[in-house]
């Protein structure tokens, strides 16, 4: 089955577009549709969730940590919607990327799939509160950026992967029906999660009581970070 196409076409109103189909009217469908800097490519759905994710952070010292700078727009985004207070990176394995760095935050030029480089740049921005995943897409690499960075995430703080429509296919490492597929692990991060109710042991012991929220939208996915405690129940009030 060929793929639906989804490209928006350039002459209509983006704005107009994310406003009639999904009731956003924030800041952020402000900086994004009217951007005149370098070029920047998110799916509309993503600007909404954005906003409700990250809204929190505006104004903070909010440590973010972006892994894929591509041309260096979305940098730029997050410096315009975020404020002078965030402390920016973006890390990209291509080395011309080097050129962003200083603009709207720091470059670090890199793989996410270097665990020895991830640590340094976290230890560099001295921490990380909010992680988000728009590097390569790339099944076993989102894998191994997770297994990495979730760690030294603060708590309260979040990791974002967007663009996993890529775990259906197969030049991702993906496939509707293919093991690797990174649906899969969210799949078992649910059961984890759960480990209150089951005898199973964890499958991911680096995340692993620390996980306290999933929230999965299309192809983008949320990993809110902290203390999972034991739940508990009560009864409260007057029995009839």
């Not at 999904?22 to 509309?44: M, P, R, S």
């Not at 010292?61 to 997050?78: A, H, M, T």
């Not at 410096?79 to 965030?86: D, F, H, I, Q, V």
């Not at 394995?93 to 270097?114: H, K, M, T």
């Amino acid at each position: 089955m060929a793929i639906k196409p989804f490209k928006f076409e350039q002459d209509k109103d983006v704005a107009a577009d994310i406003r009639s189909k999904y009731g956003f009217d924030g800041d952020l469908l402000t900086i994004y549709a009217q951007n005149e800097g370098a070029v920047v490519h998110k799916w509309h759905h993503y600007i909404p969730l954005y906003d409700r994710y990250f809204g929190r952070y505006r104004g903070q010292p909010v440590r973010f940590l972006e892994l894929g700078v591509s041309r260096g727009g979305s940098l730029q985004i997050w410096r315009n919607y975020l404020g002078p207070e965030a402390i920016l990176f973006g890390i990209d394995i291509e080395p011309n990327c080097a050129e962003f760095d200083g603009l709207a935050g720091r470059v670090r030029i890199g793989s996410q799939d270097d665990p020895d480089f991830l640590r340094q740049v976290v230890e560099e921005m001295g921490g990380v509160d909010v992680v988000l995943d728009d590097g390569s897409h790339v099944m076993d690499h989102i894998r191994s950026s997770l297994m990495t960075l979730f760690p030294h995430l603060s708590d309260g703080g979040l990791y974002v992967i967007e663009d996993l429509h890529t775990a259906y296919w197969p030049g991702y490492g993906g496939g509707r029906d293919v093991a690797g597929n990174f649906f899969n692990d969210i799949r078992r991060m649910v059961d984890d999660m759960h480990h209150w109710y089951h005898d199973g042991a964890a499958h991911y012991p680096a995340l692993a009581g620390r996980v306290t929220g999933l929230h999965l939208h299309d192809s983008f996915v949320v990993l809110e970070k902290g203390p999972a405690h034991r739940p508990v129940h009560s009864r409260v009030g007057r029995l009839s």
